[in-house]
């Protein structure tokens, strides 16, 4: 298996149903940023997230970690989803957010919060059917 079929393969089993599609449509398709899709597909789920050494779980610790102290609210938002489906529970994500704060800084810390609690509250709603 290459490279963007390894990513489009692992975004596929770590997020909603059909992800893994959209993502090969988009790929497929002539939109606007498509590259950047490329690069996701190919480099960092392709090589970098599907490498050996450490498991998703692990991973997605250190990816929202980064992601909160660089401030990233949208794709933030993105690897919540992606924790969850890695096996990291909401009280740890909730540890994590204060793991944040000594290190990242108050104000880091409550953007990712705000942002963390719109991610559960839009998964929590597609749970529900709303």
Not at 93 to 98: G, K, R, S
Not at 109 to 128: G, S
Request: aromatic content about 8%; charged content about 30%; hydrophobic content about 45%.
């Amino acid at each position: 298996m290459d490279k963007r079929e390894r990513g489009i393969d692992y975004l596929g089993k770590s997020l909603a149903a059909g992800e893994g599609d959209s993502l090969r449509e988009h790929l497929d398709g002539a939109d606007f940023g498509k590259e950047c899709a490329s690069w996701a597909a190919d480099f960092a789920y392709g090589m970098v997230w599907s490498r050996e050494g450490l498991d998703p779980r692990s991973r997605s610790c250190v990816v929202i970690g980064i992601l909160m102290a660089l401030r990233q609210t949208e794709e933030l938002k993105h690897h919540v989803r992606m924790a969850l489906a890695n096996g990291i529970s909401r009280t740890e994500l909730e540890e994590i957010l204060y793991l944040a704060v000594p290190y990242a800084g108050f104000p880091a810390a409550n953007t990712a919060k705000w942002a963390m609690k719109e991610a559960l509250a839009a998964i929590d709603a597609a749970e529900r059917g709303d």
